[in-house]
Structure formats: C-alpha cells, structure tokens
C-alpha cells in the first residue's frame, strides 16, 4: 500500500512565522502535490512537482514556496505566515501526472492554525 | 461558477437505504471522473475512477457518468454507519497537463 506521510497531524503557529510543512512517501512516485481544503471550497492546489528539484504552481501560489531536493519528500513552505493561510494542507503523490487513470494518494492531513 | 458543482449537505439516510449523491461540471474537456471518500481526520481515499462515460460497479459501489448533461453520480447500495464520511468527486482531462479538479465534498451519515 502506498503510504503518505505528513510530519505533524496539528500545528499552531504566529503571524509572521516562517513554517515547513513535511511530507515524505514511500512509492517511489514522480509526482507529488500540496493542496490547501477549506469547507465549500473543496481541495485547491498549491503546487506539484514531476520531478526532483522541479516545481511547478498550481491554482493559488501566492504566499507559498515548496522544495523538492529528494524523489520521496516535498516540502511546502509558508515564507511569512498569515491568519488567512489557517487550513487543512493536503500531500499527495501519484505514479503518473494527472490526466491519466492513476489516482493521488493522500495523506492525513496537516491542521495548520495560525494565530 | 465553479468548474464542478457539488452538493454540501449534509445528507443523512438510514442503515440499508440506497444514497445517490451528485456533481455536475462545466469543461467538457474532462475524461477522467474520479470519486474519493474522506473520512473525519483523514486524507481523501479513492473509491472509484471512471474513463469517459458509461457505468462502473464496485461491490455496493456505483459510479455513473453522463458526458451529455456534464452530471456525475455515486450509487451507495445496503447503505452502512461505516459509509458515514464525506464524499469528492474529482476530475481531470486527457493531457498530461491537466490538473485533477475537485468538488467541494458532500457530507454523508448513515443512521443505524
């Protein structure tokens, strides 16, 4: 079974801080991707990547940055927190870019709160 | 509008009923329709793809596609408390390029 994991279930930072968000799998997948899911409004993506040290953005950038330096973890980072970035962030990965029948696979969540 | 349209909810249906939940979208560029059943403190799993239109059965499990009225469906039969979860439906078009598109999720609870 492929398996994402996302380095911390429940995070609470402040405003202004610089903060990681950690997520490594175990499938040996190309491609990996961070989504941000707020109630109504479903999952929107934040960036991907097919490929180490390659990233691409996805629908909402702005605020964000990600890093990719190994095939089995991705990184997203939040530069300079704000209140409005208080969210669940979804990882996930798949063997083949979407636009296929290869499903993404996720990870439980990080419920990140900032105050 | 949004891309693809998706019912909140919440529904609530008792132990056996049949449930149909829905999701229409916009982009008939889409080719791959996708449902992932999310339970509370979870990541999203996926329950069901399907390839362009048609039908596909799963067990109690099945997922509709009408590419005609751009309407999607997930037919939960002998519906069970372990259903109880929220449901996305999600889509993507042929290229490589294309992005998964996700609907909002509707929320689903089964009754004992």
């Known amino acids: 079974d492929v398996k994402v994991t996302q380095s911390s279930r429940y995070l609470v930072k402040r405003t202004g801080e610089k903060v990681f968000l950690e997520c490594v799998q175990d499938?040996?997948?190309?491609?990996m991707f961070w989504y941000r899911q707020d109630p109504g409004l479903g999952l929107r993506l934040i960036y991907f990547?097919?490929?180490?040290?390659?990233?691409e953005k996805g629908d909402i950038p702005e605020g964000y940055s990600v890093s990719r330096e190994k095939k089995e973890r991705f990184s997203l980072i939040l530069e300079s927190a704000s209140t409005n970035q208080t969210s669940m962030y979804l990882c996930a990965s798949s063997d083949r870019p979407t636009g296929s029948d290869q499903p993404q696979h996720f990870g439980d969540g990080t419920r990140l709160s900032i105050l | 509008q949004k891309e693809v349209e998706q019912d909140p909810g919440p529904l609530s249906v008792p132990e056996g009923a049949i449930v149909s939940l829905n999701c229409t979208y916009s982009n008939s560029a889409f080719q791959y329709f996708m449902w992932y059943r999310q339970y509370s403190r979870k990541g999203p799993e996926l329950l069901m793809y399907?390839?362009?239109?048609g039908n596909k059965e799963d067990g109690r499990f099945t997922a509709q596609v009408d590419k005609s009225s751009k309407y999607i469906s997930l037919f939960i039969r002998d519906s069970q408390p372990s259903d109880s979860a929220t449901y996305l439906c999600?889509?993507?078009?042929?290229?490589?390029?294309?992005?998964?598109?996700f609907g909002s999720g509707t929320r689903l609870s089964i009754r004992p």
């Open positions: 999600a889509m993507s078009g042929y290229s490589s390029a294309s992005k998964i598109i």
């Open positions: 399907t390839y362009s239109s």
């Open positions: 499938m040996d997948h190309e491609n």
């Open positions: 990547s097919y490929d180490v040290k390659m990233k």
